[in-house]
């Protein structure tokens, strides 16, 4: 048991806040963002809140990593050209708002240099 309340993730997971799922196994879920970067902008999330960033799902769970790491692979041959840049925004201080470990895969029309 935990304290603190569920994340917004964990709540998609629950279906008690709509999302576009375009993917979800027993582990993890892919959603589009809801304020997008770029042309395709998915959020990949590990249904364990569990894990507040990627070095803690790389420390304790790596095979979930890799898992993380090959559904953003399926998902940009589905959904663009198989092109496209994974990010996992790590700390307040580089982005991250949700405390519950996030992979962005971004793609289409991505200019260099750009980031989410
Ligand atoms: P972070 O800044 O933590 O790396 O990324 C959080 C991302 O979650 C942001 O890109 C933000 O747009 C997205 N986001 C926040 N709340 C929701 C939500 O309720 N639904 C969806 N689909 N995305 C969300």
Redesign the pocket.
């Known amino acids: 048991m935990t304290d603190r309340e569920p994340s ?1 993730f964990s709540r ?1 997971v629950a279906r008690e ?1 709509p ?1 576009d799922i375009v993917y979800e196994t027993d582990r993890v879920i892919a ?5 997008p970067k770029a042309p395709l902008h998915l ?1 990949i999330v590990p249904k364990t809140e569990e894990y507040a960033n990627v070095a803690e799902l790389a420390a304790g769970d790596p095979v979930l990593l890799a898992e993380v790491v090959a559904t953003a692979q399926k998902l940009a041959d589905e959904h663009a050209d198989g092109h496209y840049r994974l990010i996992f ?1 790590t700390g307040e201080r580089a ?4 405390f519950h470990v ?1 992979a ?1 895969v971004l793609a289409g029309g991505l200019t260099e240099g750009s980031f989410a």
Not at 31 to 35: E, T
Not at 95 to 98: L, P
């Open positions: 917004v998609i806040i999302a959603f589009r963002d809801i304020a959020l925004n982005g991250q708002t949700i996030h962005h």
